[in-house]
Structures are given as C-alpha cells and as structure tokens.
C-alpha cells in the first residue's frame, strides 16, 4: 500500500457577470483508491456541490463563481493498494465477452478516431501475440514514434494529427495510444491525474493523461507518454478522450494562472513509506 | 398511449470463422416506453446473450455466429406514454445544474466537433430567447440548409462535413443538430429506432436517427430531417453519437442485406387504435 | 498615378550550419506597377540571385546564409496606375472563355479547398446576378462572418477552418474568399503586399494577404478583412494561396523577429501627391 | 525511340441547357515526346478549342456541348525518346538552385499537405543518402504500406486519408508519394496519361497517375502504385496535384459512361517494333 498527499491551487480571474466551473480535481473513489481525507477551500464564498457520476466515478464540483478572483485549493492524503499482476497471465477479452458498460470503450471518440486507423493498426498489430504484451507493444510504438515537445498541440489536436505530425504532450500520446487499442477491439480510455516521479526537467508538477486499457478483467494503468511513474498516479478522472475530463471545464470569461501542484508518498497508516517505482509488473486501481 | 408492432428481418452471410455481433436492436424499458411482448429468433442454434448498459438502458444482444447464412428476426409490441408539455413552459438548464449524468452530452464527440462550432453557433444561435423554442431554431436551422440525399455521406461523415456539404440522410443531420447543441452547452444525444411515418417515396420502412434535448427535467425529441413522425419513435438506442449506437456492430468478415423492417399502430390494451401524428406539444418517452 | 514609398527590414538568427531563404518581397513588375527604382542590402556579405517566375511574375530572392545574424533591408519606389472600372460595367467570364493560364485558379488548393463548398455556395449567391457584384457580395459575406483577431490562426489553418470557426487574420479572410469564388467557377488568387492604411490600433504596420478575381478581362483587387486601402497595395507575389507566397521560406533553424515595415505616399515625377482613397471603383494594377 | 498508338472514346448524356467541358486529353508536347499524329472528332457540330498552358505544357480542350448525347473521340500515334540516366548518378538539387518554376512543386496543395508531414517524412528519410535512390526509397516506402483497391476513395481524399487508411487507386498513390517529396522539399508533380502494361486483371485499360520528382536537371518518372510500366507512359497533363489535371472537368449537368481507351506499341517510322519495359535506369520524357 501507497500513501500520497498530493494539493492542488488554482486561480482564476473572472469577468462579469460571473462564471460556472465544473471541476473534476477530487480523487476518485474506488476499491483501490481510497481518499483517507480530502479538503476543499475556495476563496470565494459560494455554494459549491460535489457528484459522482455512477458510469465513472468521476466526481464532479460545481461551482457558480462571482466575478473577481477565485482561488480554489484541494488537498487529499490517498491510499492506493495496486492489483499487481504478471503480463504474461493477461489476456485480451473477445468483443462477445466484454461487459455491455465497457463496450463504448471500443468506439471511436472526438479525439481518438479509432474507425479510421483500423487498416493501419492490423497492419502494425494484428499478427501480434494477442495479451497485454501486444498492449503494451502499441504503448512503445506510440512513445518511439512520437517527440514530447510543449506548444506544439492545442484543443483541436486529435490522435490522427498526432500521428501525422509525430509530436505532442502527455494527453496527445494518450489519445494515439487509445485510437490505435480501439482500432483493434482493444478497450481503452483516457485518464486523469498528476504526473508524479516526472522529471524536474519537463516544467514544474502539473497534471497528468494517461491510459487505461481493459485487459483480463479490469483496467490496467499504462503511461504513453513514458515521463512519470504509474504506481504513483492518482485518479481524478476517466473518460472516452480529453473531451470528457477536462479538470476544469469553464461557462464564461476567465483568465487563469498556471496551477500549483504537489504531491509526494508519506508514510502511510503503519509508519511505513512506501515510494512508487517503475514496476514490471500490471498494475490496476480499478477493482 | 400509443400501442405499436415492430418487426424487423436481418440476414447475414458469414464468412469463416465466424462472427461476433452486438447488435442494438431491441426496444429500451423506459418509464414511458413499455415493451409489452417481443420475440427473437435466429437462424442459427448458437448461444446469444442480451444486456442493459445502466448508464443509457441500450439493450445489446451478443451472437457469436458460425459461418454461413444467419437470418434474425425480431419483433416486439411497445406501448408508449408520452410525455407531452407545452414548449413555451420548457427552460434550458444551467450547466451549474445540469445532474452529472448529462453532463457527457455537452461534451463534443467522434461526429458531433461542438468545439470547434462555439463562435459559429454563437453567432448563429446566442441571442435567441433561450429554452426550448431556441432548440426548435436549431433543428430549423439544420433542416433548412441540409438536402436529404441518400449515399451522399458514409461513416466518416461528421457534423462539420454536414454542414460544410450541406446534404446528407438522418444520421448527418443529426449529428449537425447535436454539434450546434452542445456549441452553447444544451446536452444532445444521438437516438436510434425506426422511421415510423417516413413517406414511402424516401424508400422502405428503414431504421431512423434523431435527437434528444435535455431540458426542464428530461430529454425531448427532435426529428431534425423531419422525414418521420416523431410522435411513432421506439427507442432502441441513444448515445453521443453513431459511433455509440450503431443497430449491428461486426467484429468479422461478413456480407448483409439491406434490413427488411415493419412498424405500424395497433389497438391498444382497451381496444382503440390511436394513430401517432405531428404534433405542436414537445414529447419525450424518457423518464 | 500614385507613387509610393515601402521600406521593410528582416532580421533573422541563424543557426549552423547556414540557411537558405527564399524571399518573396520585390515588388512585381506589371504594366500598371512600375518599380522606379529600388534597393536591397544584405548584412552577409553572401551572393544573391532575383528571379522572376514567368507565370506568375514573382520575383524570388534566393539566399544562401551563413549561420549568425543576417539583416535584410529593401526599399522601393513604386508607381502606380490603376486601371479603374465602373463594377456594374465587370461581367464574370464563362468558363469556357477562360483563359489557360487563368484555369488553374478555379481549381482547389492546399488552403482553399472549393471543391467542397460547392453546394454551400450555390446555397448562398448561386441566385445572385452575376458580375463584380456577386463577388462583392461574396466578399461582404466573408467579411461579416469572421472576425479579425490575431492568433486565433496559424500555419495550418484553411479555408474551412475559418468557415466553421469564424475567426481569423488576413490570410484567412483571403482564403475563404477565394474558396467561395472558386466554388462557382470565379478565378480567385491570393496576393500579397503591405497592409497601406491599416489603422494604427491593429498593430505596427505589416504584410498584408489580399485577393484578386479574373473578371471582364483582367485581376481586380478585393480586400476581404477589410483592413486597408487597397488603393495602396502594392504587388508582391500571387499564387493559388498562401502556400505559393510566403514573403520567406526559410531551410534551417532560424528565429526571427517581427519585420519592420514602412510605407507611404509621395509626390510622383510631376511633383503632385496623390493619396490612395477607398473607392467604389473596381480597381486591377495587373495589365 | 517506342511509338505508341493511342486511341480513347468518351460517352455523355448532357442534361439541359448544355454544358461546358474542359478536357486535357491531349498529349502534350515535349522535346522527347513527339505527336506525329493525332485526331479528334465530336458527334455534335460544336466549337472546339484547343489551348496550350505555357507554364505546364497542357493541352486544354474547351467543348460547349449541347444538351443531349456527346462522343468524344481522341487517337494519336505518339514517339517517346526518352532521356535514360543511371539512378547512381541523379542528385537532388539544393533549394538554393531550384528554377523559379519549379519552386511550387515544393509546396504544399490540395490533396498533398506536405507541410504536416515534415516531422514525419524527416524521421523516416532524412538519414537517408540524398539523390534519385532516396526518392526511390519513399516511392517503395509508399507502395509497401498501400494496398489497391478500387472504390475505396474519392474525389476528396488526399495524400494524409490514404496515409492513414492505407487503402487507395493510383491517384491515391500519387497523392502521397508526392506530399512526403515535398515534405523534404524535393519538387514533386502530378501525373496523367494512360496505364500502358497494366495487369488486365485490375481491369480494362484507363487513365493512370503517376509521379514525376524533379532531380539533377530534369522531371524524372515514378510510378508508385507499380501498376504499369513507366517506359510507356504518354502523358497528356501535369500539376500539382489531381486539382488540376483531371482528364475532364465538367461543368453542368451530366451523365457518363466509363471510357474505352486503347494503348499499344507499334513500328516506328524505321519499322522497328520497340516495346516498353521494366528497365532499372531513370526515367524522363521533359527535356
């Protein structure tokens, strides 16, 4: 078991007459991610509300903020007790056994247009040993084929200009990556968190998009993007592609600041610290 | 209540090995929409599974089908009970109360890029009087530019083709519909049934896309390429757009025929014969 | 006759092992643009070559830099003697009575994708009296859809991205307009010159991209983001789009600044200044 | 010296009130291909015109046919002296020593955006040793990731669609060996004229697209769909892309058939029979 404190700080400053956020910044709860405590303070003082939606999980606050500045902090201690399990053991699920709330994850999204990338995928994958193996053959093909560089990709760039354009960040590697699993029946969805154990050398802690990908009987983490450590993440969201977690999704005119993020392993309810470390082993929070 | 029987024939040549299907074809339960008896045969004596996705109670029916000739035949006698409100009484929800559940149905996905039509439908849509009436102009809108024309579009058609091309079949102008929702944060989803009323010069009775607007406290129809009698619509599937809800999804090498479909208006349980028609009342079937 | 005076400097950094540039920034020769007299100087003491393009009278600067700061500086004096029309006196030119080398212009292109907008524009001014008018009417269409806003745009940007996203900057005002001229058979090409009258508050003097159509028997100039005085502009480069006619392609690693630009009225060899003036005349410096 | 006799035949149904055609079914003239002779007959008494685009050397013939039945009919006995070359001694040329009107072959068009597919084309040939066998590398490179199949484009797919679905006609082909060219500003141009040598089980003799790439002093052909045998390629139009040399372009309203086309080998002026074939030398017919 895991134990992390991770706080986030946003700032906002907002026009008249006001603006309506919806932020997906809680830790999700799940039978492997459990928010040990978690508090929540804004600047400003307005009702906020916070949902969970029962397809994802995703916890949702609402806010309906006042023009003038809005700072809003979050801070969470998290346990994660990871599912571990050998690569070798995880085999891929045939379509005609996927469960009916994982098949949306086979169909192509805003971002990621699977449908148009199949020819290439079975061309690149299909004669592939078919497991977590070849899953994570796509995840290197997309790391080897593509260059992390900041401001090279904005709100528009799909999976299919990433891949023409082989450049990108985190949430781009993330969308190629889950195109080319839908593109062969392969469930994958995109996910939220903080880039825990990246290097100092790419920018200040920020938050992160990684993969997850159905396999055997439940999602396993995997990290196109190759600059942080999966045992480390926490998850804030999941979703079909970005289109669905944003950590901020903003109804009206606002200027932000970049947010201030940390987030380290403590030591957890035995006094003992555990670090994250690159593992070769699976590794799932879900279930 | 309207009491109507459907019935609709699907044949498959399958090659070796065989064949998964999920197909979407049966009628949703909803609180409005009561399936009061149906019947599925196949052709082939192979194990076939039905499932409800919680999230959008699509029913899908998993076949694992042999090589050769697969015939299914499905038919069903629904009752519907709909809900009727005058539009003038029907508001817009706020994004800030928007129940978590409807959120995903602002978000842009594969066919629907509302992203990138914010300013366009801004322009176009912003300074109408909000509420249903301003969902009634999209609807116009789209009707008004877009020319029904079969085989003008395939399954890389998206909104933004539609409304760049300005023709398409059902599918296309419901994608362009939900595109201009969503531009101005109205949640919109993409439903499937059958195209009750359709004028028989369009063709055969055939499956049918349309749309549903979340407002007040539920989701209304809309028939944006006003072929069908919307008051007629069973309910098969609803998702983010036709990547969600195809009727047959076919994981293997497969030749189809074009569907042989029926659906008219029966007596109901008391004996009288009510006819849908169009209506001025918005209608919904969903909750 | 208008005789003006335009000045630009260039200043680049360039990187080993050296650079080639092609510059597009003499002004053309044409029988209604005469160059009385002009100047460039280089910082690297390199060789250059002009050359002209017989096809479409484009002078190229070809430099062959040395890797640090290089800076470019040409000045010239131009005279300029437009041919002046009355618009209801231009007709379009059928298809058929075309000229080859104007063909082309009617053709599809990188940044100008007619072929699909056809319907769209038939839509639009297909019903429209054919002349000057029309595509004056096409011009203010362009102009009253998109707003001009800087970097809102960049080097990817087309024809229908501005369309559907309806911001953009004086190229893309350019580029839809000649989609749309394209789109029902008017030649339309994509000139560019310095921004002459621009107002002040949209920043310091720059390039400009403008648009001239074949109509009666010659090129008139449109400006469709409605910036400047066309009366003013000055020639350099025409091309099917802004692929054909940056003012620098650059091989190599290079950063550069923002060019510094001037441009004025001066009195010409009869010693009487005459000032560019918006005009209802149409207006062609091409033959 | 190969002398090739050529015929082709067109069939319309020509809807009211007529219709203009542009064709470009002519062979051009060239210093090493010659027409010795040619005929073309209408089956309506229109006027005709023929034109040469100076720039291009295409030959454009202007039909204004009248509504009703139209039969095209073109032959031409035609002497091909091409320019052979060893592939070991054919360089790129530097940017710096391109001809002004080769320049826009290094540019982006409609249905080959070179310019996102710089990174891309760099990555997988810019280590490459530069000349003629580096261009033969992307012409394979392309043939190898591409598979034919008829009806699996159309008029709007481009250089990147084929990219990425792997799938296409000789157009397609073209289309993108000829934006990676560019992507690493080797001039590349489009190509039209007819399939001598293909294998009649792709069936009846048509129209082909090829490529011609611009190395040491002279247009050298590529046939990167490797359908037919270049030594026999007569070509009638170049251009930037499919845009501008489609064999007819069509403006009204009209009905055709498919086009009979004919191509063989026959005695030269000296009764010697030469026959095309697959030879290992460079290739030109230009200059």
């Known amino acids: 078991m895991i134990r992390l404190r991770l706080s986030l700080e946003l700032d906002y400053d907002i026009g008249e007459p006001g603006c309506d956020f919806i932020f997906n910044i809680h830790a999700a709860h799940t039978a492997r991610q459990r928010v040990v405590e978690e508090a929540l303070t804004l600047s400003q003082n307005v009702p906020t509300k916070v949902e969970t939606d029962p397809a994802t999980l995703n916890r949702y606050l609402r806010v ?7 700072r809003l902090a979050y801070s969470a201690t998290i346990d994660l007790s990871h599912h571990f399990a050998q690569p070798s053991q995880i085999a891929e699920v045939p379509v005609a056994r996927l469960p009916a709330q994982v098949l949306s994850y086979i169909y192509p999204s805003r971002y990621c247009q699977s449908d148009r990338l199949h020819r ?4 690149e994958f299909g004669q592939q040993w078919q497991g977590y193996s070849r899953v994570q053959g796509i995840r290197d093909w997309v790391l080897q084929r593509t260059t992390f560089s900041q401001n090279t990709s904005d709100s528009n760039t799909s999976a299919i200009d990433t891949l023409l354009e ?5 949430r781009d590697f993330a969308h190629l990556m889950i195109a ?5 029946n392969i469930p994958a969805r995109f996910t939220t968190g903080i880039d825990y154990g990246a290097d100092p050398a790419l920018g200040p802690t920020d938050f992160h998009a990684y ?6 009987d439940r999602w396993y983490m995997f990290d196109p993007s190759g600059t942080a450590i999966p045992m480390g993440f926490v998850r804030f969201g999941t979703g079909r592609d ?3 977690v ?3 999704t903003i109804f009206g005119s ?3 600041c970049a947010p201030r993020i940390s987030i380290e392993a403590i030591a957890g309810a035995d006094g003992r610290l555990l670090m994250p470390y690159h593992c070769a082993e699976a590794l799932s929070t879900d279930s």
């Open 120 to 123: 290439l995928a079975m061309r």
């Open 246 to 248: 944003a950590f901020a």
């Open 166 to 170: 082989t450049v990108g960040v985190c």
């Open 211 to 216: 993969v997850e990908v159905y396999l055997g």
């Open 64 to 70: 309906r903020a006042l023009a003038g500045p809005l």
């Open 180 to 184: 080319l699993c839908r593109a062969i």
């Open 242 to 244: 970005a289109a669905d």
């Open 254 to 256: 606002v200027t932000s």
